[in-house]
């Protein structure tokens, strides 16, 4: 497959005027690269099969790639491994698509972006952490409790308990 502008931009017009059935393999191996605005990956690694069909080409990936997020517990930055593995029918021509993303534009050039990044936004973890065992934030000066404790009186009571630990003294 010929690369055009992009890493991830492809002439399939060539597999378009295949015989159903006929399919292609393409290996990954790109060390950075933007998706879009909000979403860069490092070591993105993987394969994609197209296969031609009655209405376009069947699009079947693996991919694994490496994000960085912020751990939701402490909001430090960590490098987040990521895998996806799809299986897309893309439209030819793309006016036939109800969704543009799932669309061969009439210049035969497959963007792979909009749809590896559809696919490892999906894959992000509700909660990223930085390790499970994160301690967080303390919640009283907003120390990063896993690079040192603090001395803070944690003892806190309820006021309207107050009265049941004079009973105590």
């Known amino acids: 497959m010929s690369q055009n502008k992009s890493q991830l931009v492809f002439n399939v017009g060539y597999l378009l005027h295949e015989a159903r059935g006929c399919s292609r393999l393409c290996e990954f191996s790109i060390e950075t690269i933007r998706l879009s605005e909000d979403l860069t990956l ?22 694994q790639a490496v994000s960085d997020l912020p751990c939701t517990r402490c909001l430090e930055m960590f490098q987040q491994p990521l895998q996806i593995d799809f299986a897309e029918l893309l439209v030819y021509p793309a006016n036939q698509s109800e969704d543009p993303v799932l669309g061969i534009p009439e210049s035969a050039l497959l963007d792979l972006r909009p749809l590896l990044r559809e696919s490892f936004i999906v894959s992000f973890p509700m909660q990223p952490l930085c390790k499970p065992d994160c301690k967080g934030l303390c919640p009283i000066c907003g120390n990063n409790l896993n690079d040192s404790l603090c001395d803070h009186n944690t003892e806190t009571i309820d006021p309207r308990m107050e009265v049941l630990k004079q009973l105590l003294d």
Do not use: R, Y
């Open 42 to 63: 490092q070591d993105l690694e993987g394969s994609l099969e197209l296969t031609k069909t009655a209405d376009g080409l069947l699009a079947q990936g693996l991919f």
